[in-house]
């Protein structure tokens, strides 16, 4: 039996004990997740777990019950609510109402009550992943709602076969409005290999994806949605350039609650922002680019084409597939596949009767493309081509057989491929110490966030989650905290400082939160941490 993730939020103790040990959670559906002592923790305790349900009592300190509720639905839209209180009060049980709150229970709650009230949940969640599960339904949903002529114009605009008048005037005609200042294009793949007869569950699970993105998406953003072949493609109109940071953090949520309902891993990928409809094609490309990434990028969910690819304006845009498919091999494939695509590549010149002059262009627009993709990640010509190469790369043609050739482009591809593997390690770890560093510098500024230094940083929220996450071990949150601590132990040891002075100068404004976490870290409160440490200086002398 599947179960769903509760997490217990209240002040007392006592209180959340109680609330575990007197319900048999398993036996009702749920897994209890975790419990936090206030709103505040409890925040960051979602972003980091899959939760369904809050439990949550409405008095607490440093964020109340109803403020959760109200964060929690704003960023968590299908995440149920269940508030509780000792107090009968109208105005408090209007607003839980008004948030959207499952139910509004009064102290003391008895076990039958909970039992009851966690029934009709785990019915309502039931229903809801069943809604997105039932693939029979969602494909005759599918097939009635996107009309046919609807998508293949999308994907001539997508594919480069219409533009200018004509495109405008066929947009028309198939009733679409894409006008805006600016777009960009994402691909979403739900990756279904692991189940069985994957081939048609792949294309299912894409129509519930399809769904999940619409219902989600409906109201924070305007965009254009359609499956095709193994993915969804959404197109997104916008007034702002600046508005790709809403676009890749609702594709975050959207990943996040499609990995959960589907069970299957989802990614998001996104090309450029664009400034005209002809220019979809490439901003198409870009995303498309981007989700190869997805096998070398794991834990990734949204892959954007700006984190991932230094220079993407000089990115390949070969039309010929053994080219593509090399360009492919020496960007994210291993050895095999390098020498693969080369083997493919080579067979194809092999096969084909080709001219002197065409054998010519091929080697020098092959040395081309090698030269674009180095230096899109800022490699000099030696690391490209090899410091002992002492043939001109722009006159191989002059110099090498076909066998030849092929031998040259097996040591070029793979020890490309070897420096790109070194530059984007290095590019993860500078990215990580950069973020260290801003932290050490900012951490007294109490509303220092992660929004704020990715855009710093320059990067995605979601890409750079996973990346400080994977380098450093700990989320930013925890990150920030321990830094936090860190520099108030040294205050505490250094310093006469009242309590609330220290905790103001490592960036908390609540002096009571500060002594809550810094206990929950170490165990006592500040005050008593100073006296051991006082102690402990005594007995030495």
């Known amino acids: 039996m599947e179960l769903y993730n509760i997490l217990l939020v209240d002040d007392e103790a006592d209180i959340l004990q109680a609330m575990e040990k007197k319900i048999d959670w398993t036996s009702l559906g749920f897994c209890l997740a975790g419990t936090a002592e ?93 809604e997105h599960r039932n693939m029979n339904k969602l494909y005759e949903y599918y097939k009635k709602s996107l009309p046919a002529m609807q998508e293949q114009f999308v994907m001539s605009v997508l594919e480069g076969k219409l533009t200018g008048d004509r495109l405008k005037n066929m947009m028309e005609m198939y009733e679409l409005d894409f006008n805006a200042p600016n777009y960009v294009v994402a691909t979403l793949y739900a990756d279904a290999t692991a189940k069985e007869g994957s081939d048609k569950t792949g294309q299912l699970l894409n129509f519930s994806l399809r769904d999940m993105a619409q219902d989600y998406l409906n109201e924070r953003m305007t965009f254009y949605c359609i499956n095709y072949l193994d993915e969804v493609i959404l197109v997104f109109m916008m007034k702002e350039k600046n508005e790709i940071e809403k676009v890749l953090y609702h594709l975050d949520q959207i990943c996040k609650m499609g990995s959960r309902v589907l069970n299957v891993q989802v990614t998001a990928a996104v090309g450029q922002v664009c400034s005209s409809l002809d220019m979809l094609m490439t901003s198409y490309q870009e995303a498309r680019n981007a989700m190869e990434y997805r096998t070398i990028m794991s834990g990734s969910q949204v892959l954007y084409i700006h984190d991932i690819e230094p220079s993407p ?153 996973t990346i400080f996450k994977k380098e450093v071990g700990l989320s930013f949150v925890a990150y920030l905290t321990k830094i936090r601590l860190e520099h108030a132990v040294e205050l505490l040891r250094t310093t006469e400082d009242k309590t609330y002075v220290i905790a103001e100068a490592v960036g908390y404004t609540e002096p009571n939160y500060f002594s809550y976490v810094f206990k929950k870290q170490y165990g006592i409160s500040p005050s008593k941490y100073r006296a051991s440490m006082e102690e402990d200086a005594k007995k030495k002398e």
């Not at 959760?68 to 009060?89: A, H």
């Not at 209007?94 to 019915?123: C, G, Q, T």
């Open 38 to 130: 206030n709103g505040q923790e409890a925040l960051e305790m979602a972003e980091q777990l899959h939760i369904d349900v809050v439990m949550t009592d409405i008095k607490m300190p440093y964020m109340d019950g109803l403020t959760l509720c109200k964060k929690l639905k704003e960023n968590y839209r299908n995440m149920k609510v269940v508030i509780y209180s000792g107090f009968d009060d109208f105005e408090f049980a209007r607003e839980a109402v008004h948030l959207e709150a499952e139910e509004y229970l009064l102290k003391p709650i008895s076990s039958k009550d909970m039992e009851n009230v966690f029934r009709k949940i785990k019915k309502k969640l039931d229903e809801e992943f069943n």
């Open 313 to 465: 304006q000089d990115s390949v845009s070969f039309m010929d597939y053994d080219f593509q498919n090399l360009v492919r091999a020496v960007k994210i494939g291993d050895r095999a596949e390098t020498n693969e695509a080369i083997q493919s590549f080579m067979d194809s010149i092999r096969n084909s009767a080709i001219t002197p002059n065409q054998y010519q262009l091929i080697c020098m627009e092959l040395s081309t493309e090698l030269m674009k993709i180095g230096r899109s990640y800022k490699l000099r010509t030696k690391q490209i081509f090899g410091a002992g190469e002492h043939i001109p790369w722009q006159e191989l043609y002059k110099h090498l057989s076909v066998d030849e050739l092929e031998s040259w482009l097996r040591e070029i591809c793979n020890n490309l491929r070897h420096t790109i593997r070194h530059e984007r390690s290095d590019s993860t770890i500078r990215l990580t110490e950069q973020a260290k560093i801003y932290i050490e510098e900012h951490y007294k500024e109490n509303d220092l966030s992660a929004d704020t230094l990715c855009r710093h940083l320059n990067v995605s929220a979601a890409y750079f989650s």
